[in-house]
């Protein structure tokens, strides 16, 4: 069967799509649930349930708008879609206006939808909020957001991909910490400390380093399976603060790729990320395995992921409806 290409219905900067292939790698070949406390765009979720290695899904986001857009793309992708199309198409003939107005309502009303379409159509899928936590990034003048028959068919795939075996939530990470059992195993890409001073305005609310890594230190405690996105480098640049020694995991530094922005400017800087994998985790992988930790293999070559039948022939039957 040919490779097919993992549906991706949200555009939002951070989101691990294109590192989700080589996040996989170092997961359980088959997992009862994976489960992510910081979703986002559930990326690694999503690619994960591509590959048809978990059996169910716990995607759980602090940001509530955004967990009840994963909610309606998995439960009710047909009447979603419709809603976008509608957005989409409202743009005519003032399609600048439209945008303020339709980011308006949603800071009144955290209307899903709308956010879908902001997302869709904001500079580089980049989400901003200011002081106040309202949504405040522009419009990119250059694009109207996706076609609605595009974002349709990803809507569709990931609904195909997880409806059924997912449970979406909006709480805070150490409820879903604390909801975990031994079969699980979490993946977690909170937000970067220390990135932009003492707020980042990417996201609704930060965390704090300490108390994470004390979170991390009570699943050690239980022997828990996990794994972290966290801190990271752009050239020789560090962002973000290394987890403690004293958690004993296994970190791996993983190549997103070459800075846009630096070769702009004729810098050769690449981006690596960190992944920080816990005790319980890294013994259960095969030692060569985990010894090629340093591999820095472009995640461009590896974004298309073969579905297995099952998903496979979902898929199919959502697109001829």
């Known amino acids: 069967m040919p490779a097919l290409a993992v549906p991706h219905p949200i555009q939002y900067q951070g989101s691990k799509r294109l590192l ?13 649930r994976l489960v992510e406390p910081f979703a986002g765009t559930a990326a690694v979720s999503v690619a994960c349930a591509a590959a048809g290695r978990a059996d169910r899904y716990w995607l759980n986001d602090f940001n509530k708008p955004l967990a009840d857009l994963l909610s309606l793309v998995i439960n009710e ?7 976008y199309q509608h957005i989409w198409m409202s743009q005519m003939p003032d399609s600048l206006e ?13 209307d899903p ?9 904001c ?16 419009p990119d003048k250059r694009r109207r957001g996706a076609h609605p028959d595009t974002m349709r068919r990803n809507i569709m795939g990931v609904s195909a991909l997880l409806r059924g075996r997912a449970v ?61 996105s966290y801190d990271g480098k752009l050239g020789e640049r560090a962002y973000g603060r290394l987890l403690p020694a004293e958690l004993n995991l296994k970190r791996i530094e993983l190549e997103v790729g070459r800075s846009s922005q630096a070769t702009l400017l004729g810098r050769h800087e690449v981006t690596i990320e960190s992944l920080y994998l816990s005790p319980a985790l890294a013994k259960q992988l095969p030692p060569a395995h985990v010894a090629r930790a340093g591999c820095r293999q472009s ?6 992921l073969e579905l297995d039948s099952r998903h496979a022939k979902a898929l199919h039957r959502l697109e001829m409806a």
């Open 20 to 32: 989700a292939p080589m996040i996989l790698r170092f997961l359980p070949a088959r997992m009862s």
């Open 77 to 83: 992708p047909g009447e979603l879609a419709d809603r």
């Open 98 to 110: 439209h945008y303020y107005r339709a980011r308006a309502d949603f800071n009144c009303t955290g």
């Open 113 to 121: 939808a709308l956010f879908l379409y902001l997302l869709a159509r």
């Open 123 to 138: 500079v580089k899928g980049s989400v901003r909020y200011n002081a106040d936590g309202l949504f405040n990034q522009s």
């Open 168 to 228: 979406v939530t909006a709480l805070d990470y150490r409820e879903v910490l604390a909801g975990v059992d031994g079969n699980d195993v979490i993946y977690m890409a909170p937000p970067y400390q220390g990135v932009c001073g003492d707020r980042d305005a990417r996201y609704l609310a930060g965390i704090d380093h300490e108390e994470f890594a004390e979170s991390l230190a009570a699943l050690n405690r239980r022997n828990a399976r996990y794994m972290v």
């Open 299 to 304: 995640p461009q070559q590896l974004h298309l």
